[in-house]
Each structure stands twice: as C-alpha cells, then as structure tokens.
C-alpha cells in the first residue's frame, strides 16, 4: 500500500526516536494507520527507516507509553494500533508541535516538486498513464473517509512524480508525504476541501493529456498552494488542550 510506503519510508540519518515517534504519532492520529493494525515487526521496521533497533524500541516504548501502540506476545504477537481516544488525544495533534512557518516551508519545498514534476510529466506521459491517473482522480472522488481520501491523494501526487520519468522527483514526492500525508488527512475531514480537490485534479489531468506544458504547472502550483493555504488555516484555528 502507498501509504504505508510514504509512513514507514527511510528518515534520515540525523533523525531520532522522536521523529520516528511523531511520524507514527500523527499517522496513528489521523487514521492512516488504523485501530488494531499491526506495525511490521522491529527489524522489518529498523531495516525500512533506515535506523537501528534500539532506536526503534525507544520509538515503541513512547508509542506505547502514549497508549497509542499496545503490544501482544506470543506466536501471534506484535505491536498493534490501538483504538482512537478523545482523551488528551489533542496534546499529541500534528499541529502541535509545528508552526505556520513549517507548513509554509513544505508546502513551498511540495509545490517545487509536484510542479516540475507536472511540468515534465506534460511532455512525457502515455496515453496509459493518463488512463492510470483518470482512474486514481475516480478513486478520490468516490472516497469516504479521511484515510481513504487521503491515501487517494498520495497515489495521484506519486503518480504525477513517477510520470516526470526522475527518480530523484519520485523519491522526494515520497520523502514529502511522510510529513504531508497526516496533514492533509485533516483537512480531508472537510466536503467542501474533498470537492475542490477533485476539482483541481480533474483539471490537471486534462492539462497533462493535451500535454499542455504551462497550464499543467500552473495547476500543480495551484493544487499544493490550496492545500497549504488550509494547513496553514487550520493551524491558526487549531487550540491544544
């Protein structure tokens, strides 16, 4: 599943347990991760994030202590979701530890990507990767739930990425959305942001089946700046316990 890709994908050398934590934290959160879902197992998840296992085991033991991971043993064990509580759930929001200034900082270093990405994908794209994208837009515009709209979106912005034919864009696209993906999972709780983003890319996947190089951009460009404009939005509005 992509999301899982773009949750559990490599952070970095220079990251720790807590940056491992809040990626977990926000996913678990928003519903990306679900209630009673099973984490990979710790070398599964040491090997893809690209740190060690103790750093892994600190991440776990503050999941747990959060009351946001509980842990079975035995043949069938393992660390498993918890259910969502109201109960403090709050002080652990994906708002809470960041500001305006980061959400305008990624969604700028986004919109980089994502509209070179069109700007490149206008000229390369075949006919199937039109198709591909058309059926990827259908699924987001027939998606219920946060999660689900949410996991539609990545699919269509990772597919923007892989059509531009870079690796390089490919791979920053899914570095991104391990930060992007739990917050706009918020927003997804709003009709009226569902519908405009259908709407925004509806009309980028016309523009890049006319190979229309400017308007793609220009539309790319508009699909990230709604989105952060709302983060930033919410951020403002968003009052921890």
């Known amino acids: ?24 934290s926000n996913a678990i959160i928003t519903g990306l991760l679900e209630a009673h879902e099973q984490l990979p197992n710790e070398a599964d998840l040491a090997k893809m994030m690209g740190v060690s296992h103790i750093t892994i085991r ?4 503050t999941l747990r202590a959060n009351n ?7 043949r069938n064990g393992g660390s498993f979701v918890c259910e969502k509580s109201d109960d403090g759930s709050n002080t652990l929001h994906p708002f809470k530890d960041i500001s305006t200034d980061y959400i305008s900082d990624l969604g700028e270093m ?5 509209s070179h990405s069109a700007k490149l994908a206008s000229r390369r794209m075949t006919k199937a990767d039109i198709n591909r994208l058309e059926s990827f837009v259908e699924v987001l515009k027939s998606a219920e739930t946060p999660e689900s709209k949410t996991q539609a979106d990545m699919r269509c912005l990772l597919a923007i990425a892989a059509c531009s034919q870079s ?3 490919a791979n920053q696209e899914l570095q991104l959305q391990a930060e992007w993906a739990s917050l706009v999972a918020i927003l997804y709780q709003s009709p009226v942001i569902h519908n405009e983003a259908i709407a925004l890319y509806a009309a980028l996947t016309d523009a890049l089946a006319a190979h229309n190089e ?4 220009q539309i790319a460009t508009q699909l990230i700046d709604t989105f952060t404009f709302y983060l930033i939005e919410s951020k403002l509005k968003f009052k921890p316990n």
Not at 2 to 14: E, K, L, S
């Open 167 to 169: 690796a390089r864009l």
């Open 214 to 217: 400017a308007q793609s951009v």
């Open 58 to 61: 600190e991440a776990l033991n």
């Open 110 to 114: 986004h919109c980089a990507v994502i």
């Open 68 to 74: 946001l991971i509980h842990t079975v043993r035995g």
């Open 1 to 24: 599943m992509i999301t899982h890709a773009v949750i559990f994908a490599p952070i970095g050398q220079a990251s720790r347990s807590d940056q491992i934590v809040q990626r977990l």
